[in-house]
């Protein structure tokens, strides 16, 4: 499984960006699909999760704010971001569960950096 990251970029804050996570293979409408995010010098921090069937979660310093969402036609997860603010700045991680006999393999995307100037 290779997952493609992409849509970072430089915004201003107040806007708006939204990152797309492709996801190679045939299986990926019974994937849980993630996106964190790492500040250099920080550990990697959980943003959003939704499951195979759509339901979502996120963490409390973006609800309101971002959406997740995913289209299983296109293998593909997106991660809408509004009114982003200069504390969102880091590389964006999207991540795949795959469920397997042996419990959930973990597959990562290369990152997407995300800058918001002040």
């Known amino acids: 499984v290779q997952l493609q990251a992409s849509g970072g970029g430089l915004v201003q804050a107040g806007g708006s960006l939204r990152l797309s996570c492709a996801v190679s293979?045939?299986?990926?409408?019974?994937?849980?699909m993630a996106w964190y995010r790492q500040v250099p010098g920080k550990q990697r921090e959980w943003v959003a999760s939704?499951?195979?069937?759509?339901?979502?979660n996120y963490v409390d310093s973006v609800k309101g704010r971002f959406t997740i969402s995913r289209d299983n036609s296109k293998n593909t997860v997106h991660l809408q971001m509004n009114s982003l603010i200069p504390e969102d700045t880091a590389v964006y991680y999207c991540?795949?569960?795959?469920?397997?006999?042996?419990?959930?393999?973990?597959?990562w995307g290369q990152g997407t950096l995300v800058t918001v100037s002040s």
């Open positions: 991540k795949a569960l795959e469920p397997s006999a042996r419990g959930y393999l973990e597959h």
């Open positions: 293979g045939s299986s990926f409408n019974r994937y849980s």
């Open positions: 939704i499951s195979s069937g759509g339901s979502t």
